[in-house]
Structure formats: structure tokens, C-alpha cells
């Protein structure tokens, strides 16, 4: 009675220690010998206090891509869809999410089918019988956390496991020595029946720092947990370590025929080996059961906690995971963006399109009839003034005034704008070349119509062409050769008529003269003007030309290179998210 009474007073002060030593929210499990050597778990629960905890903190170049990211996903919003962005918009959350959860720990995932030991192997760690084992399936129906350390409320916290679900291992200096600061979550069954269960599981995956993996002889080798889950976690083997448990049920050699079979597979999965010293997952045999390994497992762990670096890797391997699934959106092997053929071909498109070569050639033709005008003979002239009483004036040009021309115009139209828009997004990612053609056909809705509006003003003014200063020169002399017709004719008739005295050679000769000179002069002007009638008409060509590229670059060429620079820009910053930092074509 009195050693009862006795052992009643010491509860109080046992849970007083208790509080003191373990004051973080979990529930402490302490470990007492009785009688036959058996042990029993006393749980108590313990209120969460005021705790300090040291933040996480990357290095800059984790930062740095972090940053990359995050702005990344800022000018991408606009041109792709919210699924694509998913993945990495989770990635920077759970990373703004760790950083500020301790730095101080390790949380690390035992993760297995059912029957690989996963539980036993957990208990082994921890030095007592925490998870439930059994040959009932699944036997982990919940995750359990196991802390060596104080300050791991908050991280356990993150991951949703309840206060009921949260233990601490046997109190031994030695382990808790070399695994301070490790933090050991059970999973459920990877192949458990029960969905939800698979679903914890494969949520808790995303947010641990590192996983254990634990197969067994029998199921190392199962498709589900290689194709579903080792294979696309290949880019994170310096946060995995592979165990092979139960190695005590194989005889002899066969342990490490398995063992390398495992490597292999883990090989084939694209997982790097962190043997000889280099960066990778470590693989080792060990048997939760007889104890076999678990010391070298330990020891793994120790130095795995130690380094204190495994949540920072984790989240570069998260980022290296999203920036492999964004490839396809960013990355291309092929030179983009418009050429200057491509643009001076669109520009001559146009140009085509509203007629800049005939307006030239109309040009020249109408400077061509106006000197013929101004220097042909008179009676040349009043022909021609007779003729243009019949026609309508050709001074203004009318480049396209038939239905069935403007029709013609608009299709060149349409068709130049989709051969540019096909070129400038040649090669891009399907997103970026559709924005690219978006803005084209923005950009083609009533150009056309400004086509014509630009070839009204920048065609040819209204009445004649200007006269260059030589036409007056040749004004007179014409003048003068058909005075010599008048005065040679009025002469011949004075002579006929008995006004004058005879003398052919005078009057024939000046008739002769000027009936000879006019068609000469007019001769020799057309030759002295067909070259400023050829720059006339190449100066209306080019002002024609140019206002139709001027209109075609600001409504087309202009949005598509701000597309073209808009995914230069991203593919750049890209560039930065990748793990090396360097730019992609």
C-alpha cells in the first residue's frame, strides 16, 4: 500500500519533468521497465507554448531562382492557362511556406507498399513500438510523427498530423544525439486499398524535406512504385534513400543479388546513386526486424539531419521538377522572331496590294504627257486638247475602282499578314506562336481600309505635274518654229495673191524650217524628259511604298514584336529558373 501511495505522489512530478523537457504539442511518450521486463508507452498530452523557432533560410542562388520563378509566373499569366502555371505556383508556395518553418529540422517520410516493414522499420528508429504492425492490410491507416527535438510543432502542423497522431521516440542520449532536429513521419500504404489513404500518403510526399523508401525482396521490383513513384521523383535521388528491408528472409548471396538488382532498377529509373562520394540516393540492405542495418540507416540519417540542408534541396529539386514541366511552353531549338527579309517582304506584300508599282508607272505617264503637252507643236496640242474633252482628267490617280480589284487588293492583304504571322512564330511554343498570330489578326482588322485612306493621300496631287525650269526654253523655240510656218505660209499667200513679189525659196524655206523644227524640238524634248518623268514616277512609288509599310508596321509588325520580345523576356527568365541559370534558344 504504501509503495503504491508512493508511486502515486511521483506521477505528478514525473509529468511536471515531462512538461518541462517536452513542451512542444506533441504527445511525449516516455518509457518505464516493469515487471518481467516488459515495456510500457505512457502518452501524455502536452499544451504547446511559446517556442523559438529559426527560420530556413536559402542560399542565393535558391533564392535567386525562386525569384527567377516567381516572376516568371508573373508575365506568363496572360498567355498561359492556370493548369500549366499549377505546378509552379505550388512550388513557390511550399517554398515561401518552409522558409519560414525551422530550419532546425528534418522531416523525413517513410514512404512503402504494403508488407515492406515500413511501420517496423519506424519503430526500430524510434527504439519502441510507436506505429501499429500486424498481418492486417493496410495496417498504417494515418501518418505518424515521431520528433527527436523541440520546435517541430509548427513543421508537423504543416503537414496536418493531429496532436493524437504525433510521438516521441525512447529517451536515449546517444540517439537523440545523432538524430537532433530529425522529425520521422509513417505514411500509409502507397498501394493501400483504401483511396484516401494512397491520397495522405501521396500529399504528404510533396511537403516532407526527404523519404526512406522501403521495398522488400519480394516487391522491389513492383511497376506501381517504380513508374508512379520512383520514376518521377528521379530528379530528387539527393533527398531519397532506398532500403531494401527484410534482407534476414534471403539466404546467403541472395541479398546482394537483390541488392544490385535494386540499383539497377533504380538505374534504369534515372535515379543517380549517391556511391563513391557523388550526389545521389543512398541503398542499403538492413532488416527492421533482427536490427541488421539499422545502425548504418542511423548513421545515414545523422548525417542527413546534420547537414541540415535536405528541406533546401528538396525545394531546388521541386524547382528543377517545374521548370522540366514548363519546357515545352518556354524552350525552343529553333531561332525566332522576324527576319528583315521577312519584313521587307511583307512591306513589298503591301505594297503590291495597293498598286505602288503602277502608281509609278501612271506617274511617269502622266509627267510624259504633260511635257509632250507643253512642248509639242500647236497643232499636236489641239489635238490632244480635243481628245481630252472626250476623256475624263488622268491628273489624280485612281488606283483601284472596281469591285473586283479592291477584292483582289484585300485578299493580298489578308495573305501577307498570314505569311508574316506564319514566320514570326515559327518555331515558338504552341502558347507563344498563338499569341503571336492573335496579334496579327488584330492587328489586320481594317487595314485595308486604312490601305486605301493612306493611298488617297500619299498618291498623286490633283491637276498637272510640276514643270521643270528647261520647259519654257522649249515653249519658245516651238513657238518659234511655227511662227516660221506662219510667216512662210502668210508669205507664199501674199505671192499667190499678187501682194508680194515672187520668191519661192524665202517662204518655202522658212515653212520648211518650222515644219521640220516643231516635231524636232518636240522630239528632242520627250528625250530630255523621260528621265525626270522616270524620278517622278519612282518618287510616287516610294512615298506610296512607304506609307503602305508605315501602316503595315504599326498595325501588324509592331504587336507581333512585342509578342516576340514579351517571350524573349520569359524565355530569359527561364533561363534563370534552370539549375545551371544559363539562357535557353
Known sequence: MGRTGASRRDVPSRRKESEEAWDDGLIARRVTETTGGEQAAVMETRPTGPQTVMPLSYDGPLRSRLDALRELVGLSRTRLDSVTLAEAGRVLDEAAARRKLSGLHTVVAIAGATGSGKSQLFNALAGVAISETGVRRPTTAAPIACSWSDGAASLIDRLGIPGRLRRRPLQSPEAEAQLQGLVLVDLPDLDSAAVQHREQAERLLDLVDAIIWVVDPEKYADAVLHERYLRPMAGHAEIMIVVLNQVDRLPGEAADQVLDDLRRLLDEDGIALGEHGEPGAAVLALSALTGEGIGDLREVLGQFVAERGAAARRISADLDAAA??????????????????????????????????????????????????????????????????????????????????????????????????????????????????????????????????????????????????????????????????????????????????????VPVLLMVSGIVGGPLVEWSCKLAARGPARRYGLEAERRLREAAAGCGRARVLDPVAAELLRYREVREQYGRVLRTGAGVR
Not at 507563344?432 to 487595314?447: I, N, T
Request: positive net charge; hydrophobic residues 45%; glycine residues 8%.
Open 324 to 505: 522540366a514541366r514548363l519546357w515545352p511552353v518556354y524552350a525552343t531549338r529553333r531561332r525566332t522572331g522576324l527576319s528583315e527579309q521577312a519584313r521587307d517582304e511583307f512591306s513589298a506584300r503591301l505594297a503590291d496590294a495597293v498598286g505602288a508599282t503602277a502608281a509609278g508607272e501612271a506617274a511617269e505617264r502622266a509627267w510624259l504627257r504633260n511635257a509632250n503637252r507643253a512642248c509639242g507643236t500647236p497643232w499636236l496640242r489641239l489635238w490632244r486638247w480635243y481628245l481630252d474633252r472626250r476623256e475624263p482628267p488622268t491628273g489624280r490617280l485612281q488606283l483601284r475602282a472596281h469591285a473586283d480589284e479592291q477584292a483582289t487588293a484585300r485578299q493580298k492583304v489578308e495573305q501577307a499578314v498570314r505569311t508574316v504571322a506564319d514566320r514570326a512564330s515559327a518555331g515558338l511554343p504552341a502558347p507563344w506562336a498563338q499569341a503571336v498570330r492573335e496579334a496579327a489578326a488584330r492587328g489586320s482588322h481594317g487595314l485595308p481600309e486604312a490601305l486605301d485612306e493612306l493611298t488617297a493621300r500619299a498618291g498623286l496631287p490633283p491637276g498637272r505635274p510640276p514643270r521643270p525650269g528647261w520647259w519654257p526654253a522649249a515653249v519658245l523655240v516651238q513657238v518659234s518654229m511655227t511662227m516660221l510656218q506662219v510667216v512662210g505660209g502668210l508669205w507664199l499667200v501674199g505671192q499667190i495673191v499678187g501682194v508680194m513679189s515672187p520668191n519661192l525659196g
